[in-house]
């Protein structure tokens, strides 16, 4: 419709002539195609109701073939089951070491917080032990030079009573 609308309104005959042509072959085309799907649709349900006659010919063949895709769609039935709970159980499995690995993190993540701890206390005290060492080596510097000092003077006093002993004039 869209075509032969276009083929109106165009200025040149020769081009409204050709797509009026246009227009005409594809609504033969359209007919024809409609013809062969009814045909077809009709031989389809032919065979369909021949099948059908024929299946109801050959009831106990069909029963039999019913009961035996019964079984099969039971037993296939019966391995999806079991591959499902094969599944469950490997999925419970994932989650109880999950549930372990969570509980192992916790104790190691407890455990490195008491360290933490511990080094913060252990930290103090070795600060505390810096200061009382730098404090004692200074103390020992004090005490050796104090007895220097007091050696010095014993050694100045031993000399000057040596000096008054044997020298008296000096």
């Avoid at 109801?56 to 035996?68: A, E, F």
């Avoid at 080596?137 to 031993?158: C, G, S």
Wanted: charged share 30%; hydrophobic share 40%; proline share 1%.
């Amino acid at each position: 419709k869209e075509l032969e609308q276009m083929a109106k309104e165009q200025d040149k005959e020769s081009e409204k002539q050709a797509l009026l042509r246009e227009v005409e072959n594809h609504k033969k085309q359209m007919l024809s195609n409609q013809a062969a799907w009814r045909k077809a649709n009709l031989a389809c349900k032919i065979a369909i109701d021949n099948s059908e006659k024929d299946q109801l010919l050959q009831g106990r063949d069909s029963l039999r073939q019913r009961k035996t895709t019964k079984e099969s769609l039971a037993e296939s039935a019966s391995n999806i089951t079991e591959s499902l709970m094969s599944i469950s159980r490997m999925m419970s499995q994932q989650v109880q070491q999950s549930e372990e690995t969570v509980q192992t993190l916790a104790n190691s993540s407890r455990t490195i917080l008491e360290a933490n701890e511990e080094f913060k206390s252990m930290s103090g005290t070795i600060q505390l032990g810096r200061k009382l060492i730098t404090k004692y080596n200074r103390r020992e510097l004090t005490d050796k030079l104090l007895i220097f000092l007091a050696l010095a003077l014993f050694l100045a006093t031993v000399l000057y009573i040596l000096k008054k002993r044997f020298f008296p004039f000096l």
